[in-house]
């Protein structure tokens, strides 16, 4: 049978506050402020994740994981994650690449991009090389600039 290779894109917004945790890629990254969430708010996984299940046909994150669910209150999106691959293996999917952007003003995540690589191939049980992850600010423009939020989109490419 000839190779399918399939696309997949997955957008993410959270808002953030003062005091939480910031966790990018499942990594916690120092900062004043966190991403406000139902789950940890891993904008960056999350991202991933809608990229992933787009690219199977799966719908999106909601679908799979409801927010109205008190099972997902607080979790770590990395056991979504972990989710996503057995889905991912149910239905033969193996990853060709992820691409990841990250839309942050404040902190600096350049020296964190190692560290999210390594988490998020980790997790993805594939090579680091399969695995890119960058961000960008907005130029102080919006609401990203404004420091009220982050926010992610990831592209991946699946074959089976
Ligand atoms: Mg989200």
């Known amino acids: 049978m000839a190779t399918e290779i399939r696309i997949g894109h997955g957008f ?10 910031l966790i990018l890629g499942g990594v916690t990254i120092p900062h004043s402020a966190g991403l406000v969430g139902h789950s940890d708010a891993d904008v960056l996984l999350h991202a991933l994740i809608n990229a992933l299940l787009g690219a199977m046909g799966e719908g999106d994150i909601g679908t799979h994981f409801p ?22 293996r149910r239905k033969r999917f193996k ?3 992820a691409d990841v952007t990250l839309m942050a003003q404040r902190p600096k995540l350049a020296p964190h ?5 390594k988490k ?7 090579v680091e090389s399969k695995i890119n992850i960058k961000a960008t600010t907005t130029e102080k423009l919006g609401w990203v600039g404004k420091g ?3 926010a992610a989109t990831a592209v991946v490419l699946l074959s089976r």
């Open 12 to 21: 993410d917004v959270h808002r953030l506050r003062r005091g939480r945790k």
């Open 67 to 88: 927010d109205s669910d008190p099972r997902y209150k607080d979790i770590e999106s990395g056991m979504l994650l972990a989710e996503v691959l057995l889905i991912m």
């Open 95 to 97: 990853l060709i690449n």
């Open 113 to 117: 991009y190692a560290a999210m690589r």
């Open 120 to 126: 998020v191939a980790g997790q993805l049980k594939v």
């Open 148 to 150: 009220e939020g982050m």
